[in-house]
């Protein structure tokens, strides 16, 4: 055996360096959080170590055995099979076809010859939970047409392996996470773990599928975790860990394959979120295909959600309801006091807390009123974190940190602006009073685009539209007066208004007097004269021009008696023509009104 080695371990050194590689980075690919362990099963389809092969050679079905204790609830079962070439993606189990659902690829050059590896992936899950424990057979793998090929490096390879994860109720609280991809190791590779969260480090381990490890070459290989080199002598040496061995069967034939769990208890610390593999092999080529993580981890996983928000037009005050839940892959309560924080556009505005502890899968419903900051826009990213204490530290240790936000996008109710509506003018009919005709002001086109309109008297009252002024054609106020107007539109109602004012309108003159006592023309009568023009005097003169008679706001109206001039006070002018003058007294208005005007008796 050893001069058989000596001539296999000449004819690898004959080829220079490991070429080029081209692969699919390992990668997290599930995580199960509860009372949970996993394990492996499975074989190869090598008859012997390649190595070792002076023809090469494939079984066309290997078999093993699965033993799972029977209190133990399968949770899933994922089938792997890999091998040299293009590939196969195709295969049976136990005699039932199973397709690849994911398939992962490498490419080696060496010389300019492309040398390639493949793996296919499908979940059995069912398909083990029906048929349980015994003996499960792969067949159909056909990757006979490249073994000539792959024999020159000594990389002719087939095998399966079905990952296992199972719960028991009386496991303590772990995460599973399973990795997988397809990755080589020329003579160094680095992996990086990431989602772990490792609360305590009991009894924590991890597992290797890898492809195309061999016995007899342990060049430079190793195999850390977190700088550390793993070793599980004597199955697994710390400078052979790629043997073709599997942990679970102690089996030391599983030739260019392996199925390697790791006790990782003193390598890994409370804290860490993730973890650092790295490989090393000065001459066995080494595949990686999964690597499987278990870690105690009894916390919480805390969502929030937000479920509705409540806006009012013109305000910067929203109401927000939302929902925090301790998911159902939690491991442990959500602890009462849990803060929680509320962004507008990443600025803190408000602040609260769990009222209560979550079980695992609970809830408890929130409504929290704020009000924005005047520098908040209209439009604005609303985002709630729970388990954040306002600076965006998390407070408690949660199976996974990237899931405790939600936000949406919230446009703020705002009304449309209008101008004023241009002012609506009435003659004066008396210490500022006009009469306005509502009805034909709003027959204007400005207010046929609203559903709807109302006249108030105060601005409060038209933002709440509450006691509206019946709109009619005779709408009597003293002015000035504004009345505002509600437009009913979506999604806010918006206000405008408008000024009521009035004019002095041009007196008329009725200028025939009849002053017999009947009650009909009495008096010189002019109307829309008194308290309109407050300051109005009036003169009548005779038909020679004398003036016999004056008066203003604080006499009576003129019934053809004399005051002017003194001597004539009180007499009584006969029938005839008369003259007046009226001085308004009113700038719009600079030239007195005159005219004749007659009495009779």
Known sequence: MKRKYNYFLLSWLIFFGFGSLKAQNISLFEQFNGRYDFTFVGNTLNPAENSFQFNPDILTESSAELDL????????????????????????????????????????????????????????TSFIQTNGNGTYILSGLDNVSYLPLHFQRRTNFAGWAIILVYYHPDLPLNQINI???????????????????????????????????????AVNETLRINGTVLSNPPLNPADNAFNGTNSVTGNTELFNMDLDIYDIQNNIQPGDQSAEISLTSGQDFVMI?????????????????????????????????????????????????????????????????????????????????????????????????VDDNGLGISTVNEINELNNSDSITINLLVSNEYPDLSPLLSCNKGFLVGQFDLIEFTAQPFFTAFESYSFHETEEDAQNGLNPIFISGAYEVTTPKTLFVRLNESPCPALTKVELLTKNCPPIVYNFISANEDGWNDFFFIKGLRNIFLDFK????????????????????????????????????????????????????????????????
């Open 69 to 124: 204790d029977t209190d133990v609830t399968l949770l899933k079962a994922y089938l792997y099979w890999a091998g040299s070439g293009d590939g196969d993606f195709e295969v049976e189990l136990n005699g039932q076809l199973i397709s690849a659902q994911r398939n992962f690829g490498l490419t080696r050059t060496f010389n300019g010859v492309d040398f390639t590896y493949f793996s296919a992936f499908s979940d059995i």
């Open 179 to 217: 990795y997988d991809g397809l990755q080589g190791v020329p003579q160094e590779l680095s992996i990086t773990l990431s989602s772990l969260n490792v609360i305590d480090n009991q009894d924590a381990k991890i597992g290797f599928l890898a492809w195309e490890g061999d016995v007899n070459i």
């Open 538 to 601: 009036i003169e009548i003169y005779n038909r020679w021009g004398k003036l016999i008679w004056t008066g203003n706001q604080q006499t009576n109206d003129w019934k053809g008696e004399v005051t002017k001039p003194i001597q004539w006070n009180g007499t009584i002018v006969p029938d005839g023509t008369y003259f007046y003058v009226i001085h308004l007294n009113d700038p719009n208005y600079p030239t007195p009104l005159q005219g004749y005007l007659y009495i009779t008796r």
């Open 289 to 385: 295909n999964a690597v499987i993580t278990k870690l105690n981890s009894q916390v919480p996983d805390a969502v929030i959600a937000i479920t509705d928000t409540n806006l009012n037009c013109d305000s910067k005050l929203i109401s927000v309801d939302f929902t925090v839940t301790n998911l159902e892959t939690a491991t442990n309560p959500l602890p009462s006091n849990t803060p929680i924080a509320i962004y507008a556009n990443n600025i803190l505005i408000a602040q609260t807390q769990t009222q209560n502890s979550l079980g695992i899968g609970e809830s408890e419903t929130f409504t929290l009123t704020v009000e924005l900051p005047i520098e908040i826009p209209n439009e604005f990213e609303l985002k709630l974190v």
